[in-house]
């Protein structure tokens, strides 16, 4: 059994004598399981506790990089920021780089910025493109942790934290086929951008899942709106002629205020309309009953288990145990009434 501590300290955080420690470590005869577990248990805690002193003042710079409207990089600020106060064992110091639209050339600079002055962690999200691949392997081969949050990267991260995206691609087309069952027309699957992989996990399971529940329906996708209202808006008008018989609406990437308006315009209103995070303008949709299903997962969560997972890789902890995917919830006006 190989271990960095004195035999003395580790019978003393067992609770053991040193000549039954002695007869653990060396893997000697006549030791009981019980007792190989009490040593164990002290390992462990001795290096739990060493990570903590290690720690102790020690400050983390961690860069959070998000290409998203103002409204969502606002709800993972507010969640970075009420859970600081309880990360453990390091200060944390974020630093913030927020962008409603954020080129591959634009993410490449502000990685390669970060490369350069040094990180102990990057929080991602980005879209999936070659040259943002490139510099997220770059900042790995540096020794900087990145984790990808909300939408993953295909390439060498350390992790993706935030929503099971497929889960709730699934859950929008069980509960659009719930409101629809029966019926025939279109339903308008809208994406901020097509290179976010999140949106697409999103897309593609809905799809999946959809002919199940309404084996009629037709599917109209429109991508590229980033969640802006202009942009969207615009996309919309575009779509008209197209959306005569429209029933309904999975909105995967935010724009929600924009989209309605601009269907309301063309008189093309969706029966059932399903939209994702509660963010400020969804809440003020959820409360009028103009979004009828709003998925949401913990962002806050979501921000601890990145920032324990950075702090893992730097040795001052263990690696967050639940599951680094989250579970959709699903809230509706009924939540706000």
Do not use: W
């Amino acid at each position: 059994m190989t271990h960095r501590f004195p035999i003395k300290e580790i019978a003393a955080q067992a609770g053991l004598s040193t000549a039954t420690v002695d007869r653990v470590i060396n893997m000697r005869p006549n030791v009981s399981a019980q007792t190989k577990g009490r040593v164990n248990a002290a390992l462990k805690e001795l290096e739990r506790q060493e990570g903590q002193l290690a720690a102790r003042g020690r400050r983390l710079f961690i860069d959070i990089v998000v290409e998203a409207p103002r409204r969502f990089s606002q709800k993972i600020r507010d969640a970075t920021e009420a859970i600081l106060p309880n990360v453990t064992p390091a200060v944390i110091r974020p630093r913030f780089t927020f962008q409603e639209v954020m080129t591959e050339a634009e993410t490449l600079a502000h990685l390669t910025r970060i490369a350069q002055r040094g990180s102990q962690g990057v929080c991602l999200k980005a879209r999936d493109l070659p040259a943002i691949r490139a510099a997220v392997a770059m900042l790995t081969a540096k020794g900087i942790p990145v984790v990808t949050m909300f939408t993953d990267i295909s390439t060498a991260r350390l992790a993706y934290v935030g929503l099971d995206n497929a889960q709730a691609g699934r859950t929008a087309a069980y509960l659009m086929g719930i409101a629809l069952r029966g019926q025939t027309g279109t339903i308008l699957l809208t994406q901020s951008h097509d290179a976010f992989e999140g949106e697409e996990a999103r897309e593609q399971a809905f799809r999946a899942a959809l002919p199940k529940h309404l084996p009629q329906m037709t599917l109209i996708e429109m991508s590229g709106g980033a969640g802006l209202a202009t942009l969207t808006a615009s996309q919309i008008s575009t779509l008209a002629p197209q959306l005569r018989e429209l029933r309904g609406v999975y909105s995967m990437g935010g724009g929600n205020r924009a989209i309605l308006a601009a269907l309301q315009a063309i008189k093309c209103g969706p029966q059932i309309y399903i939209g994702h995070d509660l963010d400020t303008e969804n809440r003020a949709l959820l409360r009028r009953g103009q979004i009828h299903f709003l998925l949401e997962h913990d962002l806050k969560r979501d921000m601890a288990r990145a920032f324990g997972t950075i702090t893992a890789q730097h040795r001052l902890n263990a690696i967050p145990s639940e599951p680094e995917l989250a579970d959709v919830q699903i809230l509706t006006p009924a939540h706000f009434a």
